[in-house]
């Protein structure tokens, strides 16, 4: 096995701690989301929900609890879109070819950008969620040590198979570009169907049928999915609607992940081949 | 160290390089003996980065053959990429990273062990002067030490052969001519060394051996005393009242080898030492009631050595001018 992805990873989190308001920002805005969005949202839609009986023997989780885990899978979306531009900086300030000029094989650079964007998701995922707990998120409530852990384990698995997927994707158009502003407007059209055709802010049970169909294959819908199955569990009830997770919903979510990832992982395997840096 | 020109380290044949329709590289053919200083000399979009870049395997190489230490770069790239060392034209080091981490990157990006790593950057630090600087970050290093780190970069890997794409470009004059003297030492511990220049007396002072390249072309190989005998024993310019009827009198003479009208005057190549063939040259064109305005005389430089070859000036050869190649970042 080839190491060397792990010197692209070096090398980008030294980027990442060295550049303090990069990783402050990194940090901060995720947190600002819950407390600003996710306040207003829950206080708005509780009172709407409040209206609906509730089923019983359900447990109801207030609309903080549903938001955070879109939260937790926005903020991994946006940091993993964006996680490959790094190599469109190398590329455009000539960092690029000592690299492509190396014998580092070139789909090694493409795993160490997946994994060191994975892991500014893992921490950020993990900010989000002590911030949540903080004030007033119910994610793991009732669940022994031993079940939290798993909780954790399988949120983190959901979180970083997505998050490796669209760091391929990144780093695929990243490639491609020439230009930052070119990859930032993809990455802004990008963002707004992935984000809002999906279950991460509010159900999709009301949507039109079009959408819903988007949302039902939409990546983030699966991640949404895992983490709500492992931070509030299989069945409960929000907003008067009903959700239950089987295990072949979760497996399913999963598998669709893992195809979605190797899928990207095949682009951006294909531009870095035919791409010409000089 | 002398270099050893039965064994080639670069050897190249027929290479040519076209991007769309256009003949960037048009079939060179060259090779670099072991341990040499071997300089592509020649204007900018001459083509000399081009195939440094084919040469590099940084660019798909399409036609023509090409060996790097014994690999065929068509087929055994990641071999080549292994023997060679690179200095881009461009600054190409992260501002935001220290002295120690860029060949600490480095020597990983090439698979060294950690402990020759360790003892590589200590040699490296030592032989380009920058031991005090292991921890500064690049943004806050001069010109000249940020080139001397990249000239130690290229050098991190043992590589056999350096490629320098113009080292000197944008230094101020003394910092160029120090840099001569690191890349002369690396070439003493028998690296051979590849550069390309559009300056005159980089070529001149540094190479064993220089090849003249414009337009995709090699015009001119030979050692620049060589290239410069080519010319003659001595220039003479002259500026007279007819240009066109002294150069038509002088030309027959015994001692001048060629004669063309150069901007307002006319150079002359002699066979003979100059300060003689000047007072006969004066008398003749005299005689033909031709007055001289203004006289020169010097032994060729490159310049002249340029000129004579692809009969013009290098195009935009000013420092000055190309000194925004570093503003980019």
Not at chain 1, 224 to 243: C, E, L, P, S
Not at chain 2, 144 to 166: Q, S, Y
Not at chain 2, 172 to 188: C, F, G, K, L, S
């Amino acid at each position: 096995m080839h190491y060397g992805f792990l010197t692209i990873y070096w090398r980008d989190m030294i980027r990442f701690v060295r550049f303090k308001t990069l990783l402050i920002s990194a940090l901060v805005q995720p947190a600002l989301w819950m407390a600003f969005f996710g306040i207003a949202m829950s206080a708005n839609f509780d009172r709407l929900g409040s209206s609906i009986p509730p089923i019983p023997g359900v447990p109801e989780v207030q609309y903080l609890t549903y938001m955070a885990a879109g939260v937790i899978a926005m903020t991994t979306l946006f940091t993993s879109l964006f996680g490959g531009i790094v190599i469109l900086f190398d590329k455009n300030w000539g960092l690029m070819r000592e690299i492509m000029a190396s014998p580092l094989p070139r789909e090694q650079i493409i795993f160490g950008i997946a994994l060191s964007g994975m892991t500014k998701s893992f921490i950020q995922v993990m900010i989000v969620m002590a911030f949540g707990l903080l004030i007033g998120v119910t994610f793991f409530a009732g669940y022994t040590i031993g079940h939290t852990a798993i909780a954790l384990l399988g949120i983190l698995l959901f979180v970083g198979m997505f998050s490796i997927g669209f760091l391929f994707f990144s780093a695929a158009i990243s490639i491609s570009m020439e230009t930052p502003e070119g990859l930032q407007g993809i990455i802004t059209l990008l963002t707004m169907p992935i984000f809002f055709a999906s279950n991460a802010l509010y159900p999709v049970s009301a949507f039109p049928p079009v959408l819903q169909a988007i949302s039902t294959v939409n990546p983030l819908s699966q991640l949404v999915n895992g983490v709500r199955y492992f931070a509030i569990g299989d069945n409960f009830t929000t907003m008067g609607i009903h959700y239950v997770y089987t295990t072949a919903d979760i497996l399913l979510s999963f598998t669709v992940l893992v195809i979605f990832t190797v899928a990207m992982f095949g682009v951006a395997w294909w531009r870095f081949k035919v791409a010409v840096v000089t | 160290m002398d270099p050893d020109l039965s064994t080639s380290i670069i050897e190249v044949k027929d290479l040519e390089h076209q991007y769309g329709d256009f003949k960037a590289v048009d079939g060179i053919s060259f090779t670099v003996g072991r341990g040499e200083i071997f300089s592509f000399l020649g204007p900018n979009g001459a083509g000399k980065s081009t195939a440094i870049n084919v040469l590099i395997t940084l660019l798909k190489l399409q036609k023509g053959e090409a060996r790097i230490a014994g690999y065929d770069v068509r087929t055994e790239p990641e071999k080549v990429r292994e023997s060679i060392g690179i200095v881009f034209q461009e600054v190409t080091l992260d501002r935001d990273m220290t002295v120690w981490e860029i060949l600490e990157f480095h020597g990983r990006l090439y698979g060294m062990a950690r402990a020759d790593r360790k003892k590589r950057i200590s040699e490296i630090l030592e032989l380009v002067k920058l031991e005090g600087k292991k921890d500064t970050f690049v943004k806050k290093l001069s010109g000249g030490m940020k080139r001397r780190l990249e000239i130690g970069r290229g050098l991190m890997t043992r590589p056999i052969v350096l490629f320098l794409d113009e080292p000197t470009i944008g230094l101020d004059p003394q910092t160029r001519m120090r840099m001569w003297d690191y890349i002369r030492a690396v070439n003493e511990e028998g690296t051979t060394i590849f550069l390309t220049t559009h300056y005159m007396d980089e070529a001149d002072n540094l190479s064993d051996r220089i090849s003249i390249i414009d337009h995709g072309k090699i015009i001119a190989s030979g050692k620049p005393w060589e290239l410069k005998n080519a010319l003659g024993k001595d220039l003479i310019y002259l500026e007279t009242s007819d240009n066109t009827r002294a150069r038509a009198v002088i030309s027959s003479l015994a001692n001048v080898s060629g004669a063309s009208e150069k901007g307002k005057g006319i150079l002359i190549t002699t066979n003979d030492d100059g300060t003689k063939v000047l007072p006969l040259l004066i008398e003749e064109i005299r005689n033909s009631g031709i007055s001289v305005i203004t006289v020169n005389l010097k032994k060729p430089s490159m310049d002249d050595v340029f000129v004579h070859f692809t009969g013009r000036e290098l195009r935009d050869d000013k420092p000055e001018k190309v000194s925004t190649a570093f503003g980019r970042r």
